[in-house]
């Protein structure tokens, strides 16, 4: 099956920094990128939709300037927390939409993990 | 607007039991997809099943199934014979066709098997 990549799988980084997670697929070009955030006990919560080449859509309630999100190529985007808090950590999963695939299937990567101090 | 609903917070099975996990759903649009992922506690989204909404049978992968009532708006999974490596969380999660945007995600049931 299509593989997606994070890195890093965990972080920690001191409150004021800023922190880059790179999500990658692997065997598949994906034009669409979600990235979503977990708080514990928590389910998945959408915070935008990241296509290739354009500007991502952020969900109501997500902060667009603190959040950056890079979709450069068909392969990789990047989710880059800006000025970090603690109330930022939290695990972040992103997701990819394979091109040739289903419109509808969407193949997950394995987290990273954000703890700011 | 699309929502799913997940009533169970927790459930616990007895090893080699069967269980059901409730999803049940809400949306306008004809054509949508729903999805049952497991995450364990490594975090990572484990793809189990998948059922269309057109779909006329019921949807099977392994010791999985899923039991759709469509003019319930329900999708429960079914695991047979559970195992102790079942046990994690289980989020049930919807998307439409048409749009194939967004997974809509329920808010999970974590799962305990018993030995």
């Known amino acids: 099956g299509a593989v997606v990549s994070q890195h890093p799988s965990w972080v920690i980084c001191k409150s004021g920094t800023s922190v880059k997670i790179e999500c990658r697929s692997l065997?598949?070009?994906?034009?669409?990128m979600f990235w979503y955030r977990q708080f514990p006990k928590q389910s998945l919560m959408l915070m935008a939709t990241?296509?290739?080449?354009?500007?991502?859509?952020?969900e109501q309630g997500v902060e667009k300037d603190k959040f950056l999100i890079n979709h450069a190529s068909l392969t990789l985007s990047t989710l880059t927390v800006t000025s970090a808090h603690p109330e930022d950590s939290s695990f972040y999963i992103c997701?990819?939409?394979?091109?040739?695939?289903?419109?509808?299937?969407?193949?997950f990567g394995p987290g990273t993990r954000l703890t700011v101090t | 607007a699309q929502k799913i609903t997940q009533t169970q917070p927790g459930m616990f099975v007895q090893e080699k039991e069967a269980v059901t996990l409730d999803c049940t759903y809400d949306?306008?649009?004809?054509?949508?997809?729903l999805f049952w992922y497991k995450q364990p506690s490594s975090g990572e989204m484990i793809f189990l099943i998948y059922?269309?909404?057109?779909?006329?049978q019921n949807a099977t992968e392994g010791r999985y199934s899923l039991n759709f009532q469509k003019a319930r708006k329900s999708a429960n999974l079914v695991i047979s014979a559970s195992q102790l490596g079942d046990s994690a969380m289980y989020f049930c999660?919807?998307?439409?066709?048409?749009?194939?945007?967004?997974?809509?995600f329920g808010t999970g049931t974590s799962l305990t098997v018993i030995p």
């Open positions: 999660a919807m998307t439409l066709i048409n749009t194939g945007n967004q997974f809509y």
């Open positions: 990241s296509n290739e080449g354009s500007k991502a859509t952020y």
């Open positions: 997701s990819a939409r394979d091109l040739t695939g289903r419109s509808y299937e969407q193949y």
């Open positions: 059922q269309g909404s057109y779909d006329q």
């Open positions: 065997d598949f070009q994906a034009t669409t």
């Open positions: 949306t306008s649009d004809p054509s949508y997809g």
